[in-house]
């Protein structure tokens, strides 16, 4: 929504149908402008696109290339991209360059859906299906190529469809959260591991393979051994956990022999 706003242009509603002209490319006199002043809040798929295809783990990349945040009304916390001066000192994305960007095929999911916003986190409990809107900013010259879309065509021609899919559990999460009321708030100890589930992949691999996670859960064992090393599959697993951690929804089980074990030994310990 920050687009929007600098832009003094009110949101209009948009619909997967909705139709557009827009095209971006190096001999567009504004190329490269979008990338500069801007706030971009990072998912958890876009982190592991992003880190792997700069070949670091997700700590390193969360340490130098992102800004922790408490996204407002959920309490829960996100990342946004850190953002560097350029040469004439406006904050610029860390990966664009002159003839355009660095990580082109890994960008985020907001970078893909440029010109197009996405209303569903602000919104959605009042539509259900969600909305979009043009980030139509007054340097976009864009608008004026001729290149015609719908809404649903630009998203699977960028492969926003398929981020879509793959962050819809956990985009779910945040919009439930923030339905609730403002006096729910999270424990930190939660907190820490909505945002490890979230955005440090192999933290959480090892938080669900190396602590008493595998015995205090029932786990099927082709399961773990899926999550094991595909790293979309424990991201899934991990949207689902937190699933069952915030809201108690969902497919976990307590491994109830394990859970007698636990309170027998702190009876005896009385």
């Known amino acids: 929504m920050d687009a929007i706003e600098k832009a003094g242009i009110p949101p209009v509603r948009l619909?997967?149908?909705s139709a557009f002209s827009f095209k971006c490319h190096k001999d567009v006199a504004c190329f490269t402008k979008c990338c500069h002043g801007i706030n971009i809040m990072l998912t958890p798929y876009d982190i592991i696109r992003l880190k792997n295809r700069l070949q670091m783990s997700s700590e390193e990349f969360l340490a130098m290339y992102t800004i922790p945040r408490i996204l407002e009304k959920t309490d829960l916390p996100v990342?946004?991209?850190?953002?560097l001066d350029d040469v004439e000192g406006e904050p610029a994305c860390p990966f664009v360059r002159e003839n355009g960007c660095l990580?082109?095929?890994?960008?985020?999911?907001?970078?893909r859906y440029y010109p197009i916003g996405v209303g569903s986190l602000n919104y959605k409990e009042e539509d259900p299906d969600g909305f979009y809107f043009f980030v139509n900013e007054p340097h976009c010259l864009g608008?004026?190529?001729d290149a015609d879309w719908t809404v649903d065509e630009w998203r699977r021609d960028q492969g926003v469809d398929v981020h879509d899919e793959i962050n819809a559990l956990w985009t779910d999460l945040i919009v439930?959260?923030?339905?609730?009321?403002?006096?729910?708030?999270?424990?930190?100890?939660?907190k820490n591991m909505f945002f490890t589930a979230s955005y440090d992949i192999e933290k959480f691999r090892r938080f669900v393979f190396e602590s008493s996670f595998l015995t205090i859960y029932d786990i099927a064992a082709e399961e773990i051994e899926k999550i094991r090393n595909d790293e979309l599959a424990?991201?899934?697993f991990s949207f689902r956990w937190l699933n069952w951690l915030l809201f108690r929804q969902g497919d976990f089980k307590l491994?109830?022999?394990?859970i007698e074990?636990?309170?027998?030994?702190?009876?005896e310990n009385l």
């Open 255 to 258: 491994n109830d022999e394990e």
């Open 261 to 267: 074990k636990r309170n027998k030994g702190d009876a």
């Open 79 to 83: 990342v946004t991209l850190k953002m």
């Open 234 to 236: 424990l991201l899934d």
């Open 15 to 17: 619909s997967g149908k």
């Open 176 to 190: 439930r959260k923030r339905s609730l009321p403002p006096n729910i708030r999270l424990t930190q100890k939660t």
């Open 103 to 111: 990580v082109y095929e890994d960008r985020p999911t907001t970078c």
């Open 143 to 145: 608008f004026e190529e």
